[in-house]
């Protein structure tokens, strides 16, 4: 079992849809996924498309028991706060993520 970090920091439909189905490919493969949302990434339940549903693959993500965790910093700037998908979250979360993962990948 391999431990995936994802930090997704685009707020562009296509690219941060594609983090979540390798999220979502990586569970299915038996690791583990955690996915941090810094920059621009933290606005991704607002970038589904008639194409690109991101929060559809977000969902199946968590149901399939990977974790989502969204920069405080980064919602704070954007007047917004963490949602239960994507909970509020800090530097040092970010931090054990990368510390703790065996592959760490950014879209």
Not at 68 to 95: H, N, V
């Amino acid at each position: 079992m391999m431990k995936i970090g994802i930090v997704v920091y685009s707020d562009e439909s296509e690219t941060v849809w594609n983090a979540f189905r390798f999220g979502n490919f990586a569970l299915n493969e038996g690791d583990t996924a955690k996915v941090f949302l810094l920059a621009r990434g933290v606005e991704c339940e607002s970038l589904d498309t008639d194409k690109f549903k991101v929060t559809e693959q977000m969902q199946t993500l968590v149901d399939n028991g990977g974790e989502i965790f969204a920069c405080g910093s980064c919602l704070k700037i954007r007047q917004s706060e963490g949602s239960e998908t994507c909970p509020l979250s800090t530097m040092k979360d970010l931090y054990d993520i990368v510390a703790d993962s065996d592959k760490v990948v950014t879209f």
